[in-house]
C-alpha cells in the first residue's frame, strides 16, 4: 500500500470511527426513551407494512446490535433484539426505516432495483479485489492490466456504494413521513427519531466518500504508472 492510499485510509477510518461511536451514543440514548405510543419495533413494522398496503412481508428478530435490514428476497423486515421487542423511539425509528425497504421494493423504486442488480457483481469482487489491487500496484510495471482490472472491480463497489444513498435516504424519509402521519411519534419524539436515522445515514456517507477517495487513489497510481512506462 503506497502512503497516499494509507493517508486516506487512516483518514477514512477515522472518520468511520467516528459517525460509529456517535451513532452508536444516539441509539443507546434513544433507546432508554420510551415511545408515548408504547408499541414494539414489531407492531411498529407490521403497522407501517399493512397502512402501505403490503401483507407479504413477514417481520422477524434477528440477532446483533444494529443489524437490521429488509431482504427483498425473503421478503422479510429483520429487527434486531434491542428493536423487535422495544418500545423506544429508537426502535421506532428503525422499524420504520427497514419498512421504508419494504415500501421501495414495492413501488419498484429505481434506485434499490439497480442496487439489486449490482448485489452479485459486488459479492463477487469484494472477495478479491483487495488482492487484485496490491498484486496490482506491486506488479505496474511489468503487468499494469492487473491494477487496471483491480480498478474496475473496486469501482463496482464504490458505485454499489453510491447508489446505496439515495437509497437509504428515501427509506428514511418514507419513514419519518409515516411515523408523523401515523402519529406514533409525538412533537418531541419526532426529531430525536429524525437525529438517529441521520446519523444512521452519515455511516453510508463515510464509506460513499472513503470507497471513491480510495478509488481515485488507485486511478491516480495506475496513470502514473502508465506515464512512466512512455
Request: with cysteine; proline share 3%.
Amino acid at each position: 500500500m503506497t502512503p497516499s492510499i494509507l493517508i486516506v485510509s487512516l483518514v477514512c477510518l477515522g472518520l468511520s470511527m467516528l459517525v460509529s461511536g456517535i451513532l452508536k451514543s444516539k441509539f443507546s440514548k434513544y433507546g432508554k426513551i420510551p415511545l408515548a405510543a408504547g408499541l414494539t419495533g414489531k407492531e411498529i413494522a407490521e403497522k407501517m407494512l399493512r397502512e402501505s398496503g403490503i401483507y407479504d412481508v413477514k417481520v422477524t428478530s434477528t440477532n446483533g446490535f444494529l443489524s437490521d435490514h429488509y431482504n427483498p428476497l425473503t421478503k422479510t423486515v429483520n429487527l434486531s433484539a434491542d428493536v423487535y421487542g422495544s418500545s423506544s423511539i429508537a426502535a421506532a425509528a428503525v422499524a420504520a426505516h427497514e419498512c421504508g425497504h419494504a415500501v421501495q421494493h414495492a413501488d419498484s423504486y429505481p434506485w434499490l432495483q439497480l442496487r439489486s442488480r449490482l448485489v452479485p457483481a459486488v459479492q463477487f469482487s469484494s472477495g478479491i479485489v483487495h488482492w487484485v489491487l496490491i498484486a496490482g500496484v506491486f506488479m505496474i510495471s511489468l503487468f499494469p492490466q492487473l491494477l487496471l482490472g483491480g480498478i474496475i472491480l473496486f469501482g463496482l463497489t464504490t458505485l454499489f456504494s453510491v447508489i446505496t444513498l439515495p437509497v437509504e435516504f428515501d427509506a428514511s424519509n418514507r419513514a419519518l413521513a409515516w411515523l408523523d402521519k401515523a402519529r406514533i411519534t409525538s412533537s418531541t419524539e419526532y426529531p430525536k427519531a429524525k437525529d438517529a436515522l441521520k446519523w444512521a445515514a452519515l455511516t453510508y456517507v463515510v464509506a460513499a466518500l472513503a470507497s471513491v477517495a480510495t478509488l481515485v487513489q488507485y486511478i491516480m497510481i495506475f496513470v502514473g504508472g502508465s506515464r512512466g512506462r512512455d
